[in-house]
Every structure is written in structure tokens, then in C-alpha cells.
């Protein structure tokens, strides 16, 4: 791949995330002043610019083969980004505070594919460790096995006692009562209770009528009942002698 200075001006100023920005202070090769500029760390590259609104950088760090260390210097925060080599260039950079410091300092340090090497290849060392066995299993293959118990006389539903999905057998081994499907059958419901007004019994309809529920009409209701209503109005006019 590459590079030149129309590519990297583009990388520089392009809406691809950036690492790391901030104002820096760098001291400078051939004047031992230091100048503001501002840093913008992509990957393992950091531009830095005049301003911050410039539009082209002054000049590019390719963090490769380096090292990034606390240094003594003129001005306070200051920090060192060392090349291997007698010939190579030690950049002396600043910031303005403490944290500030300690950020870019982490950030510079983790910029490199030598880190990133080093990061990949302890993940898979700890890959292979695990699939190897090496981790050891800190929970049983099979869960214990649990006692079934009975619904007891207190849980009840309707009143129906409430059957549980999980009991399998019955007092003095016996087994439930299956269905074909060979699934348990449930307890036979209760009779149903009629309901009643005090101690006298109210007739159902379905019973004592020759209607079925579904197919009667109010008319037919109206005649069956003022029949009986007839009958004893009848009655209370004859023993009054009206009739």
C-alpha cells in the first residue's frame, strides 16, 4: 500500500473515528521551543495540526517500533516517544494536565500492531486453554435429582385440589390412573351443587321444563310460567267468591 501526502491529509481530516484528540505541547527538533498543536491519533498514526480548524496536518508520528515514556522537561506533564535506533527522533510532547497526560500516554501505548500482536495472541493462548480442558467446570453435569411430593389438601383451585405435573406415583405404590394417550388423568370433579334460596330448593329450567336452553323464545317462557300464575289467581278469586 502506498502513501502519500494527498492520502494521508485525506486520513488525517476524513470522518473516520479518531482514537484520541487534544492540544499538545512539542518541542521542536532544531528550536528547543515548544509550540501548541493539535494531536489527532488514528490507528497507529498521529497527525498533528497548526489549529485545530486547519485543513491539512503539519506532520504525521507513525507509532511503529517505539516507546512511549514519562521524561523530564522544561514544561510540567511532559512525555517521551522513543525510537529504536541511534539516528531516530525522541519526540517531547506535554499536555496541560495531569489526566490529560495519563490518557494520552495509554492511548499512544496501545496505538501499535506490536500491541495489538501481543493482545491476539494471549486471547488465543487463553482460547486454547479452554478448549483443551483447562478451565475447570464448577457446576455438576447433572442437576440432583428432586424429591416429588404429592399436592397437599391445602392447595386447592375451585375448589379441586390442584394437581401437580410433577407427581408420579400415589401412597403405597400405587400408580395414577392413566388416559390412552398414557398421560395422568386429573381427579374427578365434585357434583355440582344446585343453587338454593334458604333451605327451599329452586327447580332449574332444563329440568322441569319442555324447553331446551338455546331454543326457547320469551313467549314461550311468558306462556309456560303465567300458566301457574293463572292458575293460582284462579284460585284466590274462588275462595274470595268472585268467581
Known amino acids: 500500500m502506498k502513501l502519500n501526502e494527498r492520502s494521508l491529509a485525506f486520513y488525517a481530516t476524513c470522518d473516520s473515528p479518531a ?28 497527525f498533528y ?27 510540567e506533564f511532559a512525555f517521551a516517544i522513543r525510537f529504536a535506533g541511534a ?5 517531547i510532547l506535554a499536555a496541560d494536565s495531569q489526566p ?3 490518557a494520552w500516554v495509554k492511548a499512544l501505548s496501545r496505538a501499535s500492531f506490536d500491541y495489538m500482536r501481543l493482545v491476539v495472541r494471549e486471547l488465543e493462548q487463553q482460547l486454547e486453554q479452554m478448549r483443551s480442558g483447562g478451565r475447570r467446570r464448577t457446576e455438576p453435569l447433572v442437576p440432583p435429582r428432586r424429591e416429588r411430593s404429592l399436592p397437599s389438601s391445602s392447595s386447592k383451585e375451585n375448589g379441586c385440589a390442584v394437581w401437580s405435573q410433577e407427581s408420579s406415583g400415589l401412597p403405597n405404590g400405587t400408580l395414577p390412573r392413566t388416559s390412552h394417550e398414557g398421560a395422568p388423568r386429573p381427579p374427578p370433579l365434585p357434583p355440582r351443587r344446585k343453587p338454593s334460596l334458604g333451605n327451599s330448593p329452586i327447580p332449574l329450567l332444563a329440568s322441569e321444563t319442555p324447553f331446551t336452553p338455546g331454543t326457547t323464545t320469551f313467549s314461550q317462557l ?6 301457574e300464575i293463572l292458575a ?12
Not at 495540526?49 to 514544561?75: K, N
Open 19 to 46: 482514537d484520541n484528540t487534544g492540544f499538545l505541547y512539542k518541542k521542536g527538533e532544531r528550536h528547543t521551543a515548544y509550540h501548541r498543536r493539535w494531536f489527532v491519533l488514528k490507528g497507529n498514526m498521529l
Open 100 to 102: 490529560a497526560m495519563e
Open 232 to 243: 293460582l289467581r284462579r284460585e284466590w278469586l274462588e275462595s274470595r267468591g268472585q268467581l
Open 87 to 91: 539516528r531516530s527522533r525522541t519526540y
Open 49 to 75: 495540526f497548526e489549529d485545530r480548524d486547519s485543513r491539512e496536518p503539519v506532520g504525521v508520528i507513525i507509532l511503529e517500533g517505539c516507546t512511549v515514556e514519562l521524561c523530564e522537561a522544561a514544561e
Open 222 to 227: 311468558h306462556d309456560w310460567y303465567g300458566q
